[in-house]
């Protein structure tokens, strides 16, 4: 099966890639390999979009990208440098999701965004002037300044993802990995969320978004990545994020999708996508919620 889906992905390009897997695979300790021969590229300057089901390797990806799991095979090159240079010069940030953190844990908002300095600090993490004004305009930059005193566990879901986004900012990453951003977040804070991801873009960053939120895609995702074990295909959103490719990904059949605004939904909210899944049950993704077919969330 996954040599069939290896086949149909697109050849990887050899250009200056922000962001470059070729031939990837990670097998775990237990024997489980969660992704094989995986391969794209993403140039820089742009926002993409990592779709697929649960399980289709999301977070193995992220994760040899962050150099938490080894590729057993392939490789990954971050503005051309290995995985290991790349962490050595922090280039690599990351936004998780809500569920990875302990919010119990007693830590100012400040601290977590200082967290973001480390690379850059001693050993004895003691912040200079340079790193607390790094932080100021971290927080200034995603509206929270004023929230800087607060314990994290005391704050929204959307004020939490902002703190990890300023977080990313002070670090200076330029690849920034978000996982799921805007579950858990209210519409004006996606839409802050996204400014700020268009702005970074236009930095010249490379943005790598992991989301179950298909409805956002062809909105603000340049790009797209679709996975199933490994990757299925990858380009321009225009191009890849298409009713076959999404049937592929997501094996059912798609209905109601929007691409790019072009097609709408029977009650013309361009924000909505149907697949119906395998056993014939449909979902439907809007916003951050997950509805059946019956319209419960
Ligand atoms: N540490 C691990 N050891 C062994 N297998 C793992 C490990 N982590 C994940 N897997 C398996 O690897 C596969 C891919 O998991 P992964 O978490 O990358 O998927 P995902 O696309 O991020 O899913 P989701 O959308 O649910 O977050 C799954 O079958 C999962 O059970």
């Known amino acids: 099966m996954f040599n069939r889906q290896a086949q149909n992905a697109q050849p990887v390009a050899n250009g200056p890639a922000g962001l470059l897997a070729r031939d990837v695979t990670v097998t775990y300790r237990n024997g489980h390999t969660a992704l094989r021969g995986a391969s794209f590229a993403i140039p820089r300057g742009t926002v993409t979009a990592l779709v697929g089901v649960n399980g289709a390797g999301k977070s193995t990806l992220f994760k040899a990208i962050m150099g938490f799991v080894p590729a057993t095979r392939g490789e990954i090159r971050l503005l051309d440098r290995t995985v290991k240079q790349a962490l050595r010069e922090n280039i690599v940030a990351y936004v998780p999701q809500s569920e990875e953190v302990d919010w119990s844990f007693p830590v100012l908002v400040e601290d977590v965004v200082m967290m973001g300095r480390y690379g850059r600090m001693g050993l004895l993490r003691r912040p200079r002037t340079a790193d607390r004004a790094a932080v100021d305009a971290a927080l200034e930059r995603v509206g929270m300044q004023e929230f800087r005193h607060r314990q994290i566990g005391e704050l929204s879901g959307g004020q939490r993802k902002r703190v990890f986004l300023a977080r990313a900012l002070a670090q200076d990453g330029q690849v920034i990995l978000l996982d799921e951003p805007f579950t858990g977040v209210d519409v004006k ?38 996975m199933k074990g490994t990757v299925l295909a990858h380009g321009p959103t225009a191009t890849t994020f298409t009713r076959e490719n999404l049937e592929r990904a997501f094996g059912g059949v798609l209905r109601h999708v929007t691409l790019g605004g072009t097609e709408l939904h029977d009650d013309g909210d361009p924000r909505r996508v149907t697949i119906l899944t395998d056993d014939e049950r449909p979902f439907v993704q809007y916003g951050d919620k997950t509805h059946t077919a019956e319209g419960q969330p």
């Not at 700020?196 to 179950?212: F, K």
């Open 189 to 226: 804070t996606e839409e802050q969320i996204v400014t700020l991801l268009r702005a970074l873009r236009d930095e010249g960053r490379v943005m790598l978004v992991s989301t179950h939120n298909l409805g956002s895609v062809p909105e603000f995702c340049d790009r797209t990545v679709l």
